[in-house]
C-alpha cells in the first residue's frame, strides 16, 4: 500500500481499536483518500505492524485501553503533536467478554462492557471536541452493531450498550451540531478475530440466512466510515447506517 499512497487530503483521522479487524480496515479506507491516521488498540506489536503496512509517512499509533482517560488524553495529544489537527473521530474500540443470558449475567462484566463500548466513546469524543472539533468542525463516526437495533440473545449485554451508543451518537449530533456531524454505523457479522466466535467453522452455515450471501468484511466498514467522513455526507448527522448484507430484510419471516 505505501507505494501507491495518494497526495495528503489534509485530514486527519483517530480512530479506536484499529490495530486490525474492522478498525484496520477504516484506517486502510482513510489513508487510501490521502487522509492521516493515529490508530490505539492495546498491543504494541499489531499496531507496529498495522503502521508499517498503512505507511509511517501516514500513520502513528498508541498504546493503551479505551475506557483509560489517561489513554484517551494521550492519544488526542499525539494526534496534535504529530499532525496538528485532528478532523475525525472513530470509535471502534469495544469489548464482549460474556456469552449467555442477561439473567445470569455478572454485573461487573456488564459495566465493563458499558465503560469500553460506551464511556470510553464519550471519552474520546469530548477530548477531540475541546482539542480540535469545537472551533474547527469535523465528524465523528461510533460502530455500533445490529445487535443494538433488536434483541440479541446470549449477547445481551454488547446489545444494550450498542443501543445505548446509538443514543448517545444522537445527542452528541445534537450538541455538536452545525460544526461537527456525529453518526453510527451498525454492522451485523463481520468477519474478524473479534467476532470469530459467531462463524468460525460454520462460515457458510452463517453467512446462508444474508440476502447478499455472504458476511461483512472489514473494508464494507471502511468504505461506510469514509463515506461518513466525507463531503458526500455533509447533510447527515445524528443517524445509524445499518451495514448488514440485508440480514433485517429477514425479520418476521418464518
Not at 119 to 134: D, E, P, V
Request: aromatic content about 8%; charged content about 15%.
Amino acid at each position: 500500500m505505501t507505494s501507491q499512497l495518494p497526495e495528503l487530503s489534509g485530514k486527519v483521522a483517530l480512530i479506536t481499536g484499529a490495530s486490525r479487524g474492522i478498525g484496520y480496515g477504516i484506517a486502510e479506507a482513510l489513508v487510501a483518500r490521502g487522509d492521516r491516521v493515529v490508530i490505539t488498540g492495546r498491543t504494541e506489536d499489531s499496531l507496529k505492524e498495522a503502521v508499517e503496512q498503512l505507511g509511517a509517512e501516514r500513520a502513528v499509533y498508541v498504546v493503551g485501553k479505551a475506557h483509560d482517560e489517561a489513554h484517551q488524553t494521550a492519544a488526542v495529544e499525539r494526534a496534535m503533536e504529530a499532525f496538528g489537527r485532528v478532523d475525525y473521530l472513530v470509535n471502534n474500540a469495544g469489548t464482549n467478554p460474556v456469552f449467555g443470558p442477561i439473567a445470569d449475567l455478572d454485573l461487573n462484566v456488564a459495566r465493563k462492557v458499558f465503560e469500553t463500548n460506551v464511556i470510553s466513546a464519550l471519552g474520546f469524543a469530548q477530548k477531540t471536541w475541546h482539542a480540535w472539533q469545537k472551533d474547527n468542525g469535523g465528524a465523528i463516526v461510533n460502530i455500533a452493531s445490529v445487535a443494538g437495533l433488536a434483541p440479541s440473545p446470549f449477547i445481551a449485554a454488547y446489545g444494550v450498550s450498542k443501543a445505548a451508543l446509538i443514543n448517545l451518537t444522537q445527542q452528541l449530533a445534537h450538541e455538536f451540531a452545525p460544526g461537527v456531524r456525529v453518526n453510527a454505523i451498525a454492522p451485523a457479522v463481520v468477519k474478524t478475530k473479534f467476532a470469530s466466535a459467531l462463524y468460525e467453522g460454520r462460515e457458510a452455515e452463517a453467512a446462508a440466512s444474508y440476502p447478499l450471501a455472504r458476511l461483512g468484511v472489514p473494508s464494507d466498514i471502511g468504505g461506510a466510515a469514509a463515506f461518513l467522513t466525507s463531503a458526500q455526507s455533509d447533510w447527515v448527522t445524528g443517524q445509524t447506517l445499518v451495514v448488514d448484507g440485508g440480514i433485517f430484510l429477514n425479520a418476521g419471516v418464518s
